[in-house]
């Protein structure tokens, strides 16, 4: 982990302004979301991107009830759905 040499406080409300520079470098606009991440004591913020629930991938993301899923594990699940209702 490197360190950036920024040092910001925290408001009363618990929030921290992510310097501009730094959000320019990493792509990271207004209202894009950012995951939080906690190892040992630090805090680590990294630029969302929904992954598939099942096999981790970021392309062809479909949301269903808040939960993300790819168009291959879809796929499967309706295969496999398909394979079930043979067997009934
Ligand atoms: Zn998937």
């Not at 981790?56 to 209702?85: H, Q, T, V």
Request: net charge negative; charged share 30%; proline share 2%.
């Amino acid at each position: 982990m490197k360190s950036t040499g920024i040092v910001r406080k925290i408001d009363n409300l618990g929030r921290i302004v992510l310097p501009s520079e730094l959000r320019k470098k990493l792509n990271i606009e207004i209202k894009d979301a950012v995951e939080i991440y906690v190892s040992g004591d630090s805090i680590i913020l990294k630029k969302y991107f929904p992954a598939c629930v099942f096999c981790g991938e970021a392309n062809d993301i479909i949301s269903y009830r808040d939960k993300n899923i790819c168009s291959n594990c879809l796929k499967e699940i309706n295969d496999s759905d398909e394979e079930f209702i043979e067997t009934l």
